[in-house]
């Protein structure tokens, strides 16, 4: 969703045929150019389709050889900022080209085997899923206004603004319902209140927790999160828990027995970093 830019995307083809392709968001930032991520977005960058039966260093140089060419077409910005799916691990065509790069981590899960997936949750996580079982109610929910009321909750909770409006939330949600590619699970106590939800996306392989929150009820999002595993199980082959770099964050995910994955943060300045930066900021 490009609700104040415009999206356009960098392409390679041979023949008709498709070989690899560069999402990006374009806006204007203090009357600067930039490229960016749209807001909840994680994940853009390169995607590379692979022929059939190459070897590894044949795989590397195709890689690295229409990464230079879809680097090369970006138009001049600014800034350009390109946060890439962690599926996409050789950024050296972006060094080579002057950007910076910053490792980041997300947490991913296995989740065919539930059985096995619940045996490796910590042992505290699954007395928090044991007691929210009987207390509370976690069910799928269309209601997108009180989602997002949770959300602001959520931020406030934490003395922070909330980063997109309800309209701009709407008109994903709209898109993503289209697509039939988006549920929300909520989690309600005893007198009907909601209490914790997460929303989820999901491709052929791996279903994105994109967004979620609770109201301090640690054992509601819990249950939350199970829920969706349980449901994503017979679906998708992962789940992407979307980060976190946040310690506290990283510790409620790793406690499902998610792995940390890392991923590349990509930026390249035309002025000075920390002006742009600034610039970004603000």
Known sequence: MCADGSWDVCLIEKKGELLGYLPFYLAKVKGFKVIRMPKLTPYLGVQIIYPAGLSPKKKMDLEQKLTSLLIEQLPQTSYTQIIHHPDFQNWLPFHWAGFRQTTMYTYRLNIKNTDLVFSNFRKNLKRNIAKAQEQLKCVETKDIQSFYDLILATFSRQDMDTPFTFEFFKKLDHQLSLQNRRIIFSTYDHSGKMVAAGYYVWDNHTAYYLLGGHLGHREAMSWTM????????????????????????????????????????TYKGKNKLVDVLKILKS
């Open 226 to 265: 199970w829920h969706a595993i349980q449901h994503f199980s017979n679906k998708v082959q992962v789940l992407d828990f979307e980060g976190s770099m946040l310690k506290s964050i990283a510790h409620f995910f790793s406690g499902f027995g998610a792995q940390p994955i890392p991923y590349h943060h």
